[in-house]
């Protein structure tokens, strides 16, 4: 069973630039998280979609963060402008979810960004 | 005060001895605790998971729960080199694994 796919692996951008990452979650996982790890802490939600639907953007800075999961499938996190302090690791999880109340999180390899 | 704190080391033990990690919470609506494993720039997995107090035994991890003191513990017996990774422990209120609240994670070294 192929895993949750991330790309890019790395990003190197200036601050006030745009930059997005791109997920591929197991194929039928309902679930999809987006998570941010800065270095040397634990990983953050960011947003959780059900489907396409948006279950939890509680901590999601809206005036620069956006994400989509179009058709319920893959699902790209947007960051515009960028921060030196949005600089972290972007990880992308997944789970079947409601339709089983399995939760269990299967985390791609994330996304290293980093805001020169 | 953050609702789930780790120590975040690193802890260094030697092949074979027994590795003690440990979070606490604050959030008495946690239900769920799980510990994680996340090697160096990869994602973390779950290494198992408990609900409510008591303890859970998979092959050398051992997990601990008590909920009286708001305190989680992870045991792992003889340690291996490939144990060196962060551990991370996390909470939830809900279903195991959903919304969850990390700690930020101890790194653990086992030297051979």
């Known amino acids: 069973e192929a895993g949750v796919a991330q790309s890019p692996r790395y990003k190197i951008i200036e601050k006030r630039q745009s930059v997005a990452f791109w997920c591929n979650p197991i194929s039928g996982h309902a679930t999809l998280y987006w998570y941010q790890q800065i270095l040397g802490q634990g990983p953050k939600l960011l947003i959780q979609?059900?489907?396409?639907?948006?279950?939890?953007d509680s901590q999601l800075p809206k005036d620069r963060f956006s994400a989509e999961r179009l058709k319920g499938v893959d699902s790209t996190l947007k960051i515009q402008p960028a921060k030196l302090e949005d600089s972290a690791v972007y990880l992308c999880a997944s789970s079947l979810g409601d339709l089983t109340g399995d939760y269990e999180q299967y985390f791609g390899p994330g996304t290293r960004l980093t805001v020169t | 005060q953050k609702e789930v704190e780790q120590d975040p080391g690193p802890l260094s033990v030697p092949e074979g001895a027994i590795v003690s990690l440990n979070c606490t919470y604050s959030n008495s609506a946690f239900q769920y605790f799980m510990w994680y494993r996340q090697y160096s720039r990869k994602g973390p997995e779950l290494l198992m998971y408990?609900?409510?107090?008591g303890n859970k035994e998979d092959g050398r991890f051992t997990a601990q729960v008590d909920k009286s003191s708001k305190y989680i513990s992870l045991f792992i017996r003889d340690s291996q080199p490939s144990d060196s990774a962060t551990y991370l422990c996390?909470?939830?209120?809900?279903?195991?694994?959903?919304?969850?609240?990390f700690g930020g994670g101890t790194r653990v070294l086992v030297k051979p």
């Open positions: 996390a909470s939830s209120e809900e279903a195991a694994g959903n919304k969850l609240t």
């Open positions: 979609f059900q489907n396409n639907g948006v279950v939890d």
């Open positions: 408990t609900y409510s107090s």
